[in-house]
């Protein structure tokens, strides 16, 4: 019931895409593009045939795909990658997950909220590096609590597919070991999709890594030649790829346009959620910036004590000297929402005590943003 659910609002959505193609005149073509020299595109269709279009000017957002890695090949419904995730249909009884990134600890976090006995092997030794300490160290202390086990430093060697079942080798500091699962998701992160993208000779660069080379303002090397979203660097988020569109789309048309790479706000929906946005206590250290941190627990705020959602808490981070807000980081039941609040705040160059004057609604758990700039 849930998958088709889920399928109907994604068969919404995109067929919406379909109708405002239609409404504002844009020519669709169905097929692969590839970009060649002199701004053409061929587009080569279904059917095998090919067709050749002239532009002003191209944007290229093929997007990423899920990493695939030796050890796990994907098997018709047993190995899966984040895609075929979304697409089981029972409750599997054991479920492993390779990657304790966003995408795996999302998957890992519904399967077990489903029931499901979920045990995570990440590679590296540290949770969650990517976020700030306090987030990472309250988000692997409240999915422990929930059941998830989270194995660090579990590096995956090899797999086997017996029936109907996976067993999975790995190595940790305990040495060898194998775990046996029904299924097996590859969460292991995603890579730009490049591939018979660019003609040999149409001039566009990649970096080393496989992105388009871009500047501040997503043109390539070749003038009127654009590219944003996934297939280019900064992080890997539907929200940045369509604001990169919109600013490309506004340079095209002679605008002056400029996006606040800054104030990228990122999500991980879990249950709690994760949210974040500008810089980590870990980064300010290492930048040898002075900084002061306000927290406030959600487990004292009385909208989250009605709603039984205490776990979590906010932390604000300001320079010390200026109170300009640097970081704001959460973890909780709504702080995909609350997260939006510090998103503005930030692009309007807030200070603390700009948040600290300003009247926030009791009883709410916007409160606990209040709460952690007074805490500051």
């Known amino acids: 019931t849930m998958i088709k659910r889920k399928d109907q609002i994604v068969k919404n959505l995109t067929g919406g895409i379909a109708g405002l193609f239609k409404a504002n005149g844009v020519t669709l073509f169905e097929g692969a593009g590839k970009v060649q020299a002199g701004k053409k595109v061929e587009v080569t269709k279904h059917d095998g045939s090919t067709e050749s279009v002239d532009a002003e000017n191209i944007i290229i957002a093929a997007g990423s795909v899920p990493v695939n890695i030796p050890p796990a090949p994907l098997t018709e419904d047993l190995i899966l990658d984040n895609e075929g995730a979304l697409n089981i249909t029972e409750t599997p009884k054991r479920l492993g997950v390779i990657g304790a990134g966003v995408i795996g600890l999302e998957m890992g976090s519904v399967w077990n909220r489903l029931g499901s006995e979920v045990i995570v092997l990440e590679a590296m030794e540290e949770f969650m590096a990517f976020a700030d300490k306090d987030v990472a160290k309250e988000g692997q202390k409240l999915l422990k609590k929930q059941g998830m086990d989270i194995r660090l430093g579990a590096r995956v060697t090899g797999t086997e597919v017996n029936g109907q079942e996976v067993t999975v080798k790995f190595t940790d500091a305990k040495g060898d070991q194998e775990i046996v699962v029904d299924k097996l998701i590859v969460a292991v992160g995603r890579r730009p999709y490049t591939e018979n993208l660019l003609a040999g000779d149409c001039g566009v660069e990649l970096d080393e890594r496989g992105f388009i080379s871009v ?26 790829a369509s604001e990169e569109g919109i600013m490309v789309a506004d340079i095209i048309h002679g605008h002056k346009a400029q996006m606040n790479y800054d104030c990228i706000p990122g999500i991980i929906y879990t249950h709690p959620e994760m949210a974040w946005v500008g810089k980590t206590e870990q980064q300010l250290k290492a930048e040898g910036v002075k900084y002061k941190v306000g927290k406030f627990p959600f487990a004292a705020s009385g909208r989250a004590m009605a709603s039984q959602d ?36 930030m692009e309007f160059g807030s200070s603390a005590e700009d948040l600290q004057l300003t009247v926030f609604a009791h009883p709410t758990v916007s409160e606990a943003v209040h709460e952690a700039a007074l805490a500051v």
């Open 310 to 345: 205490t776990d979590g808490f906010v932390k604000l981070i300001a320079d010390e000297e200026t109170d300009r807000v640097l970081g704001v980081h959460m973890v909780g039941g709504v702080v995909s929402e609350l997260i939006a609040q510090a998103v503005i705040a």
């Open 215 to 240: 500047d501040n303002q997503c043109r390539t090397n070749v003038p009127g030649v654009y590219a944003i979203g996934d297939v280019v660097r900064g992080p890997m988020l539907a929200h940045k």
